[in-house]
């Protein structure tokens, strides 16, 4: 990998920490060698995520990573990658991204994963609250959600993924 995409991928990790997507592909080779260096969270439809190796804003086997986190290029670094867009603006829209899950949490939201973010879509604006301030601040959270989701399908999802994070419809 170039020096400018490695830079961008271990300062990213969205990919890692579930932001992107929720599991990971693996082979049975690689789910075994994960499952005894004690990476817990494998099962048949691959590695789930958040990954349990990816701590501290870093990951604990890089140098020992599964293939689908080797080879994976997101819509971000392949545009890097192609030269359409040099590194320190592919770094300010990690910045981007990362802020905007921030400040779902400053609204008192779990939005850092895609299946947080869909349950919260499923929900519905007022997010089934029947009082004027929890529907308010359901409606905050769910906008905060539907922003993450749309900055991360524009910036950082693939193509084929693009639809994996879908505008539901809110429950009746």
Same mark, same amino acid.
């Given at each position: ?12 990790? !969205? ?32 590695? =789930? ?26 819509? !971000? ?34 939005? =850092? ?36 989701? !749309?900055?991360?399908?524009?910036? !950082? ?13 809110? =429950?009746?």
């Amino acid at each position: 990998m170039p020096a400018a995409a490695e830079q961008l991928c271990l300062a990213c990790g !969205l990919c890692c920490n579930g932001a992107l997507y929720d599991h990971a592909k693996v082979t049975d080779e690689e789910r075994d060698r994960l499952a005894g260096a004690g990476i817990v969270g494998t099962d048949p439809a691959g590695l =789930s995520l958040p990954c349990s190796a990816y701590r501290g804003g870093a990951c604990q086997v890089y140098a020992d990573r599964p293939s689908a986190c080797r080879t994976f290029r997101c819509r !971000l670094l392949r545009a890097l990658d192609d030269g359409d867009v040099p590194l320190a603006t592919a770094l300010e829209t990690v910045a981007k991204a990362k802020q905007l899950l921030r400040r779902g949490a400053e609204a008192g939201a779990d939005l =850092s994963t895609l299946a947080a973010r869909q349950r919260i879509r499923r929900a519905g604006p007022d997010g089934g609250q029947q009082e004027a301030a929890a529907k308010a601040r359901a409606a905050r959270i769910y906008v905060e959600a539907v922003a993450v989701g !749309l900055f991360l399908e524009r910036h !950082l999802r693939n193509d084929k993924d693009a639809r994996e994070e879908p505008a539901v419809q809110p =429950s009746a």
